[in-house]
């Protein structure tokens, strides 16, 4: 693994929510595979972990494509969310990924969130983590229409920070969220539960 990166330069710091900023990945986990045991339906865990960033809807749809049919999505992504919001009290930060947030943030860097949650999750979350006076602005599934791996969410947090994307750094931890920050235009860089993996990851 090579030295951390030199942020320096940019004028904020984007990070991903779950896997990147917060260890919810597991609780993930939990939900999913408990609501569709309770459809008769038995899933890999691994690949919530693969569709990490994507939004609930788009989960359901993959599954729906590989014959896990849900019929009422909306009824059973709110399911989700609750057996999800069940477990927040186990939720915790990675603790390296806050301390660089927090040590950008004292330091005048503008910090955003984007992340394939929804917006409910999000202002829970950051309150419950003591992270809302951290964040400048949040962009969650509920405030755009295509999720990642589209880059629209780090674009949206990239505007209402009022930056341009090459003025920024994202964070994050899933193939589709690297591929939505770098397709936006934006640096990235690779963590790995909670420690850095690999970056600066450069737009093409």
């Not at 193939?175 to 600066?200: T, Y």
Request: hydrophobic share 40%; proline share 4%; with cysteine.
């Amino acid at each position: 693994m090579d030295s951390f990166p030199d942020l320096s330069s940019y004028k904020a710091l984007i990070f991903d929510l779950d896997g990147t900023l917060i260890n919810s990945m597991p609780l993930h986990v939990i939900a999913w595979t408990t609501v569709y045991k309770e459809r008769g339906y038995t899933i890999d865990p691994q690949i919530i972990y693969d569709l990490g960033g994507m939004s609930s809807k788009d989960v359901v749809m993959y599954f729906n494509n590989h014959g896990l049919h849900i019929n009422d999505v909306d009824a059973f992504v709110a399911r989700k969310v609750e057996v999800y919001r069940s477990h927040f009290d186990k939720l915790h930060t990675f603790k390296p990924i806050e301390k660089i947030l927090r040590d950008a943030k004292a330091s005048g860097k503008l910090i955003g969130v984007g992340t394939g949650t929804q917006r409910i999750n999000v202002d829970t979350i950051l309150k419950l983590l003591n992270l809302t006076d951290c964040v400048d602005a949040s962009v969650s599934a509920s405030e755009v229409t295509r999720h990642k791996p589209f880059p629209d969410t780090f674009l949206k947090a990239a505007e209402l920070l009022n930056v341009k994307p090459s003025e920024c750094v994202v964070f994050e931890d899933g193939p589709l969220g690297i591929k939505s920050a770098l397709d936006g235009g934006f640096d990235c860089i690779e963590v790995e539960n909670g420690s850095f993996k690999r970056g600066i990851l450069k737009p093409e």
